[in-house]
């Protein structure tokens, strides 16, 4: 079998406890390696010489049909949560914002509309205002035309604010967190009921003459927790299908780098992890820093910087 799955050059990757798996050597040469050094611990589907994997679940990756998309995506966020009845008497109960959603999701667009619904318009056009970079003022504009000329007796929002609140029991929130002025600091775990910068003394709130006004932040910091996106990428059956891509679609040819699990690093990960690598489901992920100065060798006056998680399955 492993002769089977040689390069070009004759040669197969070497599972030997040194090279595991991310060199490739003459058989012969693979053979005096395994023998004087030992065969690595962990790999024992033999992925990388032939040996078919493990199929995946025909649920994750079958094809979604469905009248509209929104309708699985909400059955998916928000399964009904009936349980075991103990008394006949007892109903069993509902989740109530998937009543409300359902609702939404079947209110047409205009009347005797039946191509698209209501909330997958506004869904669709909120995406489009992510993609285009679309500001605040001009998606309003957008707004405004659309639903005056569409038919009087339309559920298209007439602001920004209204579009996302009718959608923001299906969005994930986010983490206000309040940042020093000069960026000294986030008020957050052991600052967070402190009243000015624990380095710099400036103050966490804008100054104001009227002393019964509300409180306003000198600057703030929107965190996106990164659990619940992983779980609502797996909520979905849609987005599921794309979590384990990187193991039911990758090019099957050597040499040939389509996607980061063509790539050696990916698979020398795959080869020092095999637990980890033997489920699909795992998730990858790669951190970029706009400007990131970890040895502080950049003349920079402030060190403070996004960080972005990007999923490496699709």
């Not at 969005?171 to 600091?185: E, F, W």
């Not at 966490?204 to 409180?215: D, L």
């Amino acid at each position: 079998m492993v002769s089977e799955h040689k390069d070009c050059d004759g040669r197969i990757r070497c599972p030997c406890v040194i090279c595991i798996n991310s060199r490739f050597e003459k058989i012969d040469r693979v053979r005096a390696h395994v023998f004087d050094r030992g065969f690595m611990q962990g790999y024992e589907k033999w992925i990388y010489h032939g040996e078919p994997e493990d199929a995946v679940d025909d649920v994750a990756v079958g094809d979604v049909e469905s009248e509209d998309e929104m309708i699985p995506i909400l059955e998916d966020f928000f399964p009904s949560t009936t349980e075991d009845v103990q008394g006949e008497d007892e109903q069993p109960t509902t989740n109530p914002h998937f009543d409300d959603l359902f609702e939404k999701v079947e209110a047409e667009l205009y009347p005797d509309c039946d191509w698209i619904l209501s909330l997958n318009f506004l869904a669709k056009l909120l995406h489009l205002k992510v993609r285009g970079k679309i500001p605040n003022n001009i998606f309003e504009e957008l707004l405004k035309l659309l639903k005056f000329a569409f038919p009087k007796e339309n559920n298209i929002p007439a602001t920004y604010y209204e579009a996302k609140k009718r959608l923001k029991k299906l969005g994930l929130g986010y983490d206000s967190i309040h940042v020093c002025l000069y960026n000294c600091c986030l008020f957050y775990k052991e600052n967070a009921s402190k009243e000015a910068c624990p380095i710099c003394g400036t103050s966490r709130w804008v100054n104001s003459e009227n002393g019964k006004a509300k409180k306003v932040h000198c600057k703030v910091m929107r965190y996106f927790p990164l659990t619940p996106r992983l779980k609502r990428l797996y909520s979905s059956r849609i987005t599921a299908k794309s979590m384990i891509w990187h193991h039911t679609r990758k090019s099957k040819d050597d040499g040939v780098l389509r996607h980061p699990v063509d790539g050696l690093a990916w698979k020398d990960f795959d080869a020092k992890h095999p637990e980890f690598a033997r489920d699909p489901r795992n998730v990858r992920l790669g951190l970029a820093a706009d400007g990131f100065n970890p040895f502080g060798n950049m003349s920079l006056a402030y060190s403070m910087r996004p960080v972005v998680l990007a999923n490496y399955e699709r």
